[in-house]
RNA sequence: GCCGCUGUGGCUAAGGGGUAUAGCGAUUCAUUGGUAAUGAAUAGGUCGUGGGUUCAAUUCCCAUCAGCGGCUCCA
């Protein structure tokens, strides 16, 4: 038989089990088209019109039959029907096609028993209202198969039928071995150390009283059962486009985008912000390569555990993937690396720029989730678990000053959410609990079972925006797998090496999923009738100049020369009142109308964002915006000073 | 990846089996303006892309790309 699959996924994951029954193989498809070939020796002899067949929107069985299927044909039949109609009823379809495939077989039962089982399962299955297509028994066949590769679509099971009435069992076993996964449970912890344990009752979160928490509330809703609030575009993609920050870029791969200089400038200097907080707490900043080679042994066994998601490409020499975290740079630069425990803590500190992660399709929004992102990663090497416990500590610290520099009220916008195992959680409760106090609010916490990933602790602070979904921006994980697969070492006071513990931070997540919190942040404030506004350092124009007409245009031009800022002059030939109108819809902070009256008082009329407006020198509003600019990184303004000379990006 | 919805000048949209309409923007001219839209004229579209049905497709059908929503996922 001539198999040739197109558009098939076969999960990682598939695996037979060595059993010896009936093995059935379910797919979900699209189509299927198979010709009859050629006879082999058990062949059916079957009329033309029969050697060729198509089916649409189907569930595709196809089928072994075993030796120890052999005298218990009815109850097969029987068996093998109700698994077709259960996985039928579940994918919502009616047509079948029974479809036997000796190659899933590896002892074979005898043919006239297979034929058996076939012809009766297509009887029960018309009966009960199904279109069957029985494929030709002992025939080599050609077939063509798209499988619509939804969850359900893709199916293994063997089927065996009850040994002790001779085949009226109801056994089925599943050979799509689940993958052991660890069980959470839910609990919020308070101030006062107390955890309560959470649950789920029609779908909404039980057991705590939440009080004035109403976002808290609303993250644990959606990380215990995913609700939210009914969808409209995010509110950032409208955003980011309108103010030509941002863009989708459809030449490229989903969750790849462009930036245009207002959004490379914001993101610029966020990453700069960033930078500079993790150097000045003590990080050292590297570059590692962006690509690795899939047989490198270390990296090997960790891909084992993550199939799939990364993007691999060709090199002229071979086959590598895109890192989808700064991990294996950092972690075999420290496999070669000789460190004493003198030296620990130490942290190592990667902009990661980019990181990829092939996501799926239907999962990517806006600057939310992407397929490629710019990831501060920054890992500290620690000797053991108490000085793991004081460099957490000290990267909260960091993280909330460098979240709350970059422009989010902390704690108030943000929710804390601790995922541990419960060992971990009953040895250390006193150190979680001290997180909480210093967070200042009760905090979800996930507690598993086991440990599944290779992390026993970690936390993250998450956004919540207006449509109820939570995002990590922050996040500090306690690796104690990595150091041993990388065989990174560090010399022990007792002259022997030890693993040292890994910490994984993040301080502020992802650069771009920042700059989305900041725009639907700034939307959830707009929607309580707050003026849209940036924070001051990432405003892409902080100051503009409305010459009243041309003659004073030249003064105006000086002026926003000698601020150290970013000033800008609208010298249109457009009225005041629509100047006033474009600065106002672009957000600026201070708006400055400038004739006859200014240059002979030597005083400014400047329009503040909040509606005030106010006389000031130019000295007094150079101190006044020195202040606002609270040594955040500074940046010349992205875009030409005359708006006259600006291009129109996206109309 | 699956299911559903959307795709019309640079932007935002209306329309609908007989090659399309408005506002904004752009261009030109006039206007030299005082705190959220100065006026007039002009140009600009193979209706996302590729097939099919039809005398005729932007409109109907199929496929495909992109976006959104939901599911799933989130090392």
Same mark, same amino acid.
């Given at each position: 038989?001539?198999?040739?699959?197109?558009?098939?996924?076969?999960?990682?994951?598939?695996?037979?089990?060595?059993?010896?029954?009936? !093995?059935?193989?379910?797919?979900?498809?699209?189509?299927?088209?198979?010709?009859?070939?050629?006879?082999?020796?058990?062949? /059916?002899?079957?009329?033309? @019109? %029969?050697?060729?067949?198509?089916?649409?929107?189907?569930?595709?069985?196809?089928?072994?039959?075993?030796?120890?299927?052999?005298?218990? $044909?009815?109850?097969?039949?029987?068996?093998?029907?109700?698994?077709?109609?259960?996985?039928? =009823?579940?994918?919502?379809?009616?047509?079948?096609?029974?479809?036997?495939?000796?190659?899933?077989?590896?002892?074979?039962?005898?043919?006239?028993?297979? %034929?058996?089982?076939?012809?009766?399962?297509?009887?029960?299955?018309?009966?009960?209202?199904?279109?069957? +297509?029985?494929?030709?028994?002992?025939?080599?066949?050609? #077939?063509?198969?798209?499988?619509?590769?939804?969850?359900?679509?893709?199916?293994? !099971?063997?089927?065996?039928?009850?040994?002790?009435?001779?085949?009226?069992?109801?056994?089925?076993?599943?050979?799509?071995?689940?993958?052991?996964?660890?069980?959470?449970?839910? #609990?919020?912890?308070?101030?006062?150390?107390?955890?309560? &344990?959470?649950?789920? %009752?029609?779908?909404?979160?039980?057991?705590?009283? #939440?009080?004035?928490?109403?976002?808290?509330?609303?993250?644990?809703?959606?990380?215990?059962?995913?609700?939210?609030?009914?969808?409209? =575009?995010?509110?950032?993609?409208?955003?980011?486009? !309108?103010? =030509?920050?941002? @863009?989708?870029?459809?030449?490229?791969?989903?969750?790849?985008?462009?930036?245009?200089?207002?959004?490379?400038?914001?993101?610029? +200097?966020?990453?700069?912000?960033?930078?500079?907080?993790?150097?000045?707490?003590?990080?050292?900043?590297?570059?590692?390569?962006?690509?690795? @080679?899939?047989?490198?042994?270390?990296?090997?066994?960790?891909?084992?555990?993550?199939?799939?998601?990364?993007?691999?490409?060709?090199?002229?020499?071979?086959?590598?993937?895109?890192?989808?975290?700064?991990?294996?740079?950092?972690?075999?630069?420290?496999?070669?690396?000789?460190?004493?425990?003198?030296?620990?803590?130490?942290?190592?500190?990667?902009?990661?720029?980019? &990181?990829?992660?092939?996501?799926?399709?239907?999962?990517?929004?806006?600057?939310?989730?992407?397929?490629?992102?710019?990831?501060?990663?920054?890992?500290?090497?620690?000797?053991?678990?108490?000085?793991?416990?004081?460099?957490?500590? /000290?990267?909260?610290?960091?993280?909330?000053?460098?979240?709350?520099?970059?422009?989010?009220?902390?704690?108030?916008?943000?929710?804390?959410?601790?995922?541990?195992?419960?060992?971990?959680?009953?040895?250390?409760?006193?150190?979680?609990?001290?997180?909480?106090?210093? *967070?200042?609010?009760?905090?979800?916490?996930?507690?598993?079972?086991?440990?599944?990933?290779?992390?026993?602790?970690?936390?993250?602070?998450?956004?919540?925006?207006?449509?109820?979904?939570?995002?990590?921006?922050?996040?500090?994980?306690?690796?104690?797998?990595?150091?041993?697969?990388?065989?990174?070492?560090?010399?022990?006071?007792?002259?022997?090496?030890?693993?040292?513990?890994?910490?994984?931070?993040?301080?502020?997540?992802?650069?771009?999923?920042?700059?989305?919190?900041?725009?639907?942040?700034?939307?959830?404030?707009?929607?309580?009738?707050?003026?849209?506004?940036?924070?001051?350092?990432?405003?892409?124009?902080?100051? !503009?100049?409305?010459?009243?007409?041309?003659?004073?245009?030249?003064?105006?031009?000086?002026?926003?020369?000698?601020?150290?800022?970013?000033?800008?002059? @609208?010298?249109?030939?457009? &009225?005041?009142?629509?100047?006033?109108?474009?600065?106002?819809?672009? *957000?600026?902070?201070?708006?400055?109308?400038?004739?006859?009256?200014?240059?002979?008082?030597?005083?400014?009329?400047?329009?503040?964002?909040?509606?005030?407006? $106010?006389?000031?020198?130019?000295?007094?509003?150079?101190?006044? +915006?020195?202040?606002?600019?609270?040594?955040?990184?500074?940046?010349?303004?992205?875009?030409?000073?005359?708006?006259?000379?600006?291009?129109?990006?996206?109309?």
């Amino acid at each position: 038989m001539i198999g040739s699959f197109t558009n098939i996924f076969i999960p990682m994951s598939f695996l037979w089990w060595m059993g010896f029954q009936m !093995r059935a193989l379910f797919i979900h498809a699209d189509y299927l088209e198979y010709e009859a070939k050629k006879k082999t020796k058990l062949a /059916d002899d079957i009329s033309d @019109d %029969k050697k060729k067949g198509r089916i649409e929107e189907a569930l595709v069985t196809y089928i072994s039959f075993e030796e120890i299927d052999e005298g218990k $044909e009815e109850a097969s039949a029987k068996l093998l029907a109700e698994n077709v109609m259960e996985i039928a =009823e579940k994918v919502e379809t009616k047509n079948t096609v029974l479809y036997p495939y000796a190659h899933l077989s590896s002892s074979l039962g005898k043919p006239a028993s297979g %034929k058996e089982i076939l012809e009766k399962t297509a009887e029960i299955l018309e009966e009960k209202g199904y279109t069957v +297509l029985s494929s030709p028994f002992g025939w080599y066949k050609s #077939f063509k198969i798209s499988c619509k590769g939804h969850p359900l679509s893709e199916l293994s !099971r063997e089927i065996v039928a009850g040994e002790d009435e001779g085949g009226d069992g109801e056994e089925v076993s599943e050979a799509l071995k689940s993958e052991e996964k660890a069980v959470s449970s839910w #609990f919020v912890l308070g101030l006062d150390g107390e955890l309560t &344990s959470l649950e789920l %009752k029609k779908n909404k979160v039980k057991g705590y009283d #939440f009080g004035d928490h109403k976002r808290l509330k609303q993250f644990v809703q959606y990380e215990m059962a995913k609700s939210r609030t009914a969808g409209k =575009e995010p509110p950032h993609v409208d955003i980011m486009k !309108r103010l =030509e920050l941002v @863009d989708y870029e459809p030449a490229s791969d989903p969750g790849n985008f462009r930036y245009y200089p207002k959004g490379r400038m914001m993101k610029s +200097l966020l990453e700069t912000y960033v930078n500079q907080e993790v150097k000045r707490t003590g990080g050292m900043e590297i570059e590692t390569p962006i690509m690795y @080679d899939f047989e490198h042994p270390s990296l090997k066994s960790y891909l084992h555990r993550f199939p799939a998601r990364q993007y691999s490409i060709q090199t002229p020499d071979k086959r590598v993937f895109l890192r989808f975290a700064a991990c294996f740079g950092q972690f075999l630069m420290m496999h070669d690396a000789t460190v004493s425990y003198k030296h620990l803590p130490m942290r190592l500190y990667e902009m990661s720029h980019y &990181s990829f992660r092939a996501e799926q399709r239907g999962e990517l929004t806006g600057l939310r989730r992407l397929r490629t992102f710019t990831m501060p990663d920054c890992h500290s090497f620690c000797a053991d678990i108490e000085m793991a416990k004081l460099e957490m500590q /000290d990267r909260f610290q960091l993280s909330w000053d460098v979240l709350n520099g970059i422009g989010f009220q902390v704690p108030n916008e943000l929710e804390f959410a601790i995922r541990v195992t419960k060992e971990f959680y009953d040895e250390n409760s006193e150190f979680l609990a001290g997180l909480v106090k210093k *967070w200042g609010k009760p905090a979800l916490v996930e507690m598993w079972d086991k440990r599944f990933f290779y992390f026993i602790f970690k936390y993250e602070w998450n956004f919540v925006d207006s449509q109820g979904k939570a995002s990590a921006l922050n996040t500090d994980q306690l690796d104690v797998e990595n150091a041993e697969r990388y065989d990174i070492n560090y010399v022990g006071m007792d002259g022997e090496k030890h693993h040292p513990y890994i910490l994984h931070q993040s301080p502020s997540g992802a650069i771009e999923r920042v700059m989305y919190a900041l725009l639907e942040n700034i939307h959830l404030k707009q929607m309580t009738g707050e003026k849209p506004k940036f924070p001051h350092w990432l405003a892409p124009t902080q100051v !503009r100049f409305l010459p009243v007409h041309d003659d004073v245009l030249e003064n105006c031009k000086e002026l926003a020369g000698k601020l150290n800022a970013r000033a800008d002059v @609208d010298d249109r030939d457009q &009225s005041i009142g629509k100047k006033i109108r474009d600065a106002e819809k672009d *957000w600026i902070d201070f708006i400055i109308v400038y004739g006859e009256k200014e240059q002979e008082s030597g005083k400014l009329s400047v329009r503040r964002r909040d509606g005030v407006q $106010e006389e000031l020198t130019i000295e007094e509003l150079a101190s006044k +915006l020195a202040e606002l600019q609270r040594g955040m990184p500074m940046t010349s303004l992205p875009l030409p000073m005359l708006l006259s000379k600006r291009i129109s990006f996206r109309g």
